[in-house]
């Protein structure tokens, strides 16, 4: 474990863009920390801090430097590996011949700056979704397998977050190829830095460090024990896909319908949600025919839709099969869960749902029911 000093983070951002790799990391804009290309670390939300609860978002200023002090906002690095938008392909009619033209897998190489260990766990879900099985996504596995991921131990647990219960953080364990754990103190401001790849060495050893000692692993271990202490929220796991898989017809998913607006805002932040839709267009001519991927959502009426018409027509089912799939039948389908407790989908709720609150209460009926049939 080495030691990176803070007026060394330029010249590492430097070396990622020498060695052909776009910097991607956290920056403001818009009053909310999204992922964006960065330049310099004067880019990063330094001395900024974010306040979440359910539905609600702000940003304040910390006033004491940092440079990753905040939790994970509104956006994923899904953003990039997995485009909102993607042509598939290009129809032409010529010289009465259709010729079909594919778009090419990009060459793009992405140094994610910033990773955190729920969000590494959500890349890792994605590859299982997109490269881990028969059918294959290689636009996705071009980019992934190009991308350079420079991760950050969180030393703040937002009010959302419940990384813990589902044991993807907050402290960063693999998957990366260099690990910073910042430390701030009266005196100091430095990174504490891990190598996990080759490619990572690589770009470490061309910047200029220095060696830590047991005082800084010590430094270390005191953020992420902080960390973890200020986690609020949890989920019970246990037994739960069995319990949410026997529970479909629960008036409880009526109920929570009546706050929830189907709007997908907590399919559009989740980290792993993968829902898509294919549209066609043509030109006037009718010589020339795009093939578009677009994300979609499991809550609008129409992404249900076969034959005859949408198979979930009501608010409920819609919100049964988001949650229902995320933390059961994801099991079944990739042998992990679709949630990594990164608490983006209670945030960005405009009315708040928490889906640990809604998980749990189904939980709770189950056992209640199956306890009353034992005493009965």
């Given at each position: 474990m080495k030691i990176i000093d803070i007026y060394e983070f330029d010249n590492l951002i430097n070396k990622l863009k020498e060695k052909g790799y776009t910097p991607i990391g956290p920056t403001i804009q818009n009053g909310a920390i999204i992922y964006s290309e960065i330049n310099s670390s004067s880019d990063l939300p330094i001395g900024f801090t974010d306040v979440q609860k359910p539905g609600f978002y702000r940003l304040e200023n910390s006033g004491n430097g940092s440079y990753f002090n905040f939790v994970v906002g509104p956006q994923s690095w899904k953003k990039f590996l997995y485009p909102s938008i993607q042509k598939l392909f290009t129809a032409y009619y010529k010289n009465n011949k259709l010729e079909i033209e594919r778009e090419e897998d990009t060459k793009t190489k992405y140094a994610f700056i910033g990773v955190r260990a729920c969000e590494i766990n959500s890349i890792e879900i994605q590859d299982r979704v997109f490269f881990g099985g028969e059918f294959q996504n290689s636009k996705y596995k071009t980019l992934r397998k190009n991308s350079l991921i420079i991760a950050v131990n969180c030393s703040k647990a937002g009010s959302n977050c419940f990384c813990t219960s589902m044991g993807t953080g907050p402290e960063v364990k693999s998957g990366y190829d260099i690990l910073l754990t910042e430390i701030l103190n009266e005196n100091e401001h430095y990174f504490l830095i891990e190598i996990g790849s080759e490619r990572g060495n690589e770009i470490v050893s061309e910047v200029n460090t220095r060696d830590s000692n047991e005082i800084d692993l010590e430094r270390k271990h005191q953020v992420i024990q902080k960390t973890i202490s200020q986690i609020q929220k949890h989920l019970d796991t246990e037994n739960l896909k069995e319990i949410l898989l026997k529970n479909f017809?629960?008036?409880l998913w009526d109920e929570v319908a009546k706050r929830c607006l189907a709007c997908g805002n907590c399919?559009?932040?989740?980290?792993?949600?993968?829902?898509?839709?294919?549209?066609d267009y043509t030109d006037l001519q009718k010589t020339k025919a795009e093939r578009i991927q677009k994300w979609d959502s499991c809550f609008t009426l129409e992404y249900s839709y076969i034959h005859g018409g949408s198979v979930r027509v009501s608010i409920?089912?819609?919100?049964?099969?988001w949650l229902t799939h995320k933390l059961a039948s994801w099991h079944e389908q990739f042998g992990t869960s679709g949630c990594v407790g990164?608490?983006?989908c209670i945030t960005w709720c405009p009315v708040g749902?928490?889906?640990t609150e809604e998980a749990t209460k189904i939980k709770k009926v189950s056992q209640y029911q199956t306890t009353s049939m034992e005493e009965t």
């Open positions: 017809e629960n008036p399919t559009m932040v989740c980290p792993t949600c993968f829902c898509m839709t294919v549209e409920g089912s819609r919100y049964r099969q990164c608490g983006r749902i928490d889906i």
